[in-house]
């Protein structure tokens, strides 16, 4: 008796098809001083809030009148700042990270590495807007399942309403692990036993 064994791969993308659909640079910095200067779309300095600025031939960049600093959309932005990575290299990060693309997978497609890819997830994780994740849960659901771990010794709380994929994690700072916590099902004070 024969039997057939299904060997899955791991998928597969073209990398050139995606590559084709990344805006260009000039259209990333469009995009980007939209978002980060909302008001009239004149940059705004980071260092004395002057929005008296200069452009700086060539260079993409701007220079205060004010107080002389000079500077770019990346500095203006704390998520970018000090980033050596291009423009079109973080909008490809952040389209892997929307499409749950597993990190070595990205660091392939963007052309950088697992680590930096991997860092650049955490990045987009502790940047969710606070908004969002308070709101996830406040939907007609009427089941929630709960959840924590341990991270080190510090405790994460996990809520999913069911049915969905919203999910909210939560470090709980005043709860720390102890030989009490470490056995399960004994005086859990998150869970009221």
């Known amino acids: 008796m024969s039997r057939n064994y299904q060997v899955t791969q791991p998928i597969h993308m073209n990398n050139s098809s995606i590559l ?15 978002l980060i200067f909302p008001d009239d779309g004149r940059p705004q300095c980071p260092q004395c809030g002057s929005r008296q600025a200069r452009s700086i031939k060539r ?10 600093h000079p500077f770019s959309i990346k500095s203006c932005c704390s ?18 990270w929307q499409e749950e693309i597993p990190k070595d997978q990205t660091a392939d497609i963007c052309g950088v590495s697992a680590v930096t890819a ?3 997830f955490a990045k987009f994780r502790n940047n969710i807007p606070q908004k969002r994740a308070e709101t996830v849960l406040e939907e007609d659901t ?13 405790a994460v709380m996990g809520a999913k309403a069911k049915g969905t994929r919203n999910v909210v994690l939560k470090v709980l700072s005043e709860y720390r692990r102890s030989a009490q916590t470490t056995r399960r099902g004994v005086s859990d004070p998150l869970c009221g036993n």
Do not use: M, N
Request: hydrophobic fraction near 35%; aromatic fraction near 12%; charged fraction near 30%.
């Open 118 to 120: 991997y860092s650049w």
């Open 59 to 68: 260079a993409q960049r701007w220079r205060c009148r004010r107080c002389r």
């Open 20 to 34: 084709e659909q990344v805006p260009s640079t000039q259209t990333l910095r469009t995009h980007l001083k939209r």
């Open 79 to 96: 998520f970018l700042k000090h980033s050596k990575l291009s423009l079109e290299t973080i909008w490809l990060l952040v389209w892997c």
């Open 142 to 154: 009427d089941t929630v399942a709960c959840d924590k771990l341990f991270v080190g010794e510090k």
